[in-house]
């Protein structure tokens, strides 16, 4: 199983400090956006706050703090401007992306910086996982395994759901929680607003049950703003029949979207579905900003 940039982040810091750099907020043109994180090792990196020279003065300047012992000494010795209190308070800082710095974006980008080490990992997987986009997919086979394992390395918090036991892996990354439910579209209620729905389990008739228990909250919360089910265009037909049976209109209907994934993706591998079906959450994304 691969593992993202936070699981890289939780197995290192149990063998050593590191400084966490997070971009707290920008102004006009940036690299990356706000809550964009990485952390500086002394030697060494895990992820990106964009590069170029935003990205080297701020690992100089993350590096001095892991040569220091206290984030009040760096406030001192880093930069007169910087904001930082006391303990584990982090170390603030404005960056005016101009000719100062060698780039030309234009804009602002704050960052905070912070020493953490293996006490802190608990709560740093909170932090870091808190802003993520909630997806959650229904069946544990191999399309699932694959979703799961490359939304791991992307921008997701995901919740793989199935009614079976025994059916996950026993490592997943951090990104990853895995909830057994029977029956299983009863998870559907409990999951947070604005989640991503994927549905594809082992069986045609748990699909329908996940269909219907979404469109029922849609009827009454009106907060799923995906919901993805695996298939043919002939599946979505014979469900669709059913679901008019059961009183569903054509706008609450349309709310599904069935085949998933980008068009012209075509490859039935498990690895090709998932990265055809990533695409089309991400361009939800941007669409969505």
């Given amino acids: 199983m691969s593992t993202g940039a936070l699981d890289?982040?939780?197995?290192?810091?149990?063998?050593?400090?590191?400084v966490l750099v997070r971009v707290e907020a920008t102004e006009g043109s940036a690299p990356r956006e706000a809550g964009t994180w990485m952390l500086v090792w002394a030697q060494g990196l895990t992820a990106t706050i964009g590069g170029g020279q935003l990205e080297f003065q701020a690992i100089d300047e993350a590096r001095a703090l892991l040569r220091l012992d206290t984030g009040v000494d760096a406030n001192h010795n880093i930069n007169s401007d910087s904001d930082s209190g006391s303990g584990t308070e982090p170390l603030r800082k404005r960056y005016p992306l101009g000719p100062s710095l060698g780039q030309c974006c234009g804009g602002v980008v704050h960052l905070s910086?912070?020493?953490?080490?293996?006490?802190?990992?608990?709560?740093?997987r909170r932090q870091l996982t808190e802003h993520l986009a909630p997806v959650a997919i229904f069946g544990g086979g191999h399309v699932g395994?694959?979703?799961?394992?490359?939304?791991?390395?992307?921008?997701?918090?995901?919740?793989?759901?199935?009614?079976?036991?025994?059916?996950?892996?026993?490592?997943?990354p951090a990104q990853v929680q895995t909830e057994h439910s029977e029956p299983v579209q009863d998870a559907v209620a409990t999951l947070p607003p604005g989640t991503h729905v994927l549905i594809m389990s082992f069986s045609h008739a748990e699909d329908l049950d996940i269909v219907i228990a979404c469109l029922?909250?849609?009827?009454?919360?009106?907060?799923?703003?995906?919901?993805?089910?695996?298939?043919?265009?002939?599946?979505w037909a014979t469900f669709r029949h059913r679901l008019e049976a059961r009183g569903f209109t054509e706008a609450e209907m349309a709310r599904i979207t069935c085949p998933i994934g980008v068009p012209g993706v075509t490859g039935k591998e498990p690895e090709v579905i998932a990265v055809a079906v990533a695409a089309q959450l991400l361009r939800r994304r941007e669409a969505a900003r």
Avoid: N, Q
């Fill in 145 to 172: 395994l694959a979703l799961a394992r490359l939304l791991a390395t992307l921008p997701y918090a995901v919740r793989w759901i199935d009614s079976r036991d025994g059916v996950f892996p026993d490592a997943l």
């Fill in 216 to 235: 029922r909250r849609l009827r009454e919360r009106g907060d799923l703003p995906y919901i993805g089910l695996i298939g043919s265009k002939t599946k």
């Fill in 113 to 124: 910086m912070r020493r953490v080490g293996v006490a802190d990992a608990v709560d740093l």
């Fill in 8 to 18: 890289e982040a939780l197995t290192r810091l149990a063998r050593e400090d590191g």
